[in-house]
């Protein structure tokens, strides 16, 4: 079992930028970014694999980052450009699959992001 608690979501006005954090309680290889909005589907944002291989959604390329400390198991999301509908409850993820290739076992429990006009 992995456990892992993200941080970081808050209010911030349209163009600003926030940064996600996410601590897992043992190391994992594949971490991943996901967001949900109310009335919509969970949208994967960003992956990144165990070798830091990275690949990103379409809504997100050019403005988030995603990035992970192997040494303190924590895995970011630099959120820089955030628009209005970036509004969600941000979620990461992981696999134990070293090239994200299998579903996401291990889940945080959500921090928000709000970002006003």
């Known amino acids: 079992q992995v456990q892992m608690v993200e941080s970081g979501g808050g209010s911030v006005e349209a163009g600003g930028s926030l940064r996600l954090s996410c601590v897992a309680s043992r190391v994992i290889y594949c971490m991943a970014w996901f967001r949900q909005a109310p009335g919509r589907e969970r949208e994967r944002l960003a992956f990144?694999?165990?070798?830091?291989?990275?690949s990103y959604g379409d809504s997100v390329k050019g403005r988030f980052t995603i990035s992970r400390d192997n040494a303190k198991n924590t895995l970011y999301l630099q959120m820089d450009s955030l628009k209005p509908e970036d509004t969600a409850m941000y979620y990461c993820?992981?696999?134990?699959?070293?090239?994200?290739?299998?579903?996401?076992?291990?889940w945080g429990q959500g921090t928000q992001v709000t970002v006003s006009s």
């Open positions: 993820a992981a696999q134990p699959s070293l090239y994200c290739s299998g579903g996401y076992s291990y």
């Open positions: 990144i694999s165990g070798d830091k291989v990275t």
